[in-house]
């Protein structure tokens, strides 16, 4: 089983920059993909960002350009790299593992955009 923390959430401007990082612990060698997921009040949890274990990336439509998702191997850490911040990308961020038979998700870490 895999164990995720996240940690870099807090509060930002609009036009502002945070990183984001989940640090990956125990079955880390079976992990095929992870993901940055978010949820803002009252709406469904929804895609931001994927890497694979080989290093492709994807991306939501919304967050194109903006966020830049990279893993470093050698630390187990995984990072969301978000510039150009906007009031709608408030949400709580999740981090997301897949192995072959299972799946494991981060406890969220908030990102607030506001004036």
């Known amino acids: 089983q895999v164990q995720l923390v996240e940690s870099g959430g807090g509060l930002v401007q609009p036009g502002g920059s945070l990183r984001l990082s989940c640090a990956a612990s125990g079955s880390i060698f079976s992990i095929i993909s992870m993901a940055w997921y978010r949820q803002a009040p009252g709406e469904p949890r929804g895609l931001v960002a994927t890497?694979?274990?080989?290093?492709?990336?994807t991306y939501g439509d919304s967050v194109k350009g903006r966020f830049t998702i990279s893993r470093d191997n050698a630390k187990n850490t995984m990072y969301l790299q978000m510039n150009s911040l906007q009031p709608e990308d408030t949400a709580v961020y999740y981090c997301y593992a897949r192995t072959l038979d299972d799946l494991s998700w981060g406890q969220g870490t908030q990102v607030t955009v506001s004036s």
């Open positions: 890497i694979t274990s080989g290093g492709t990336t």
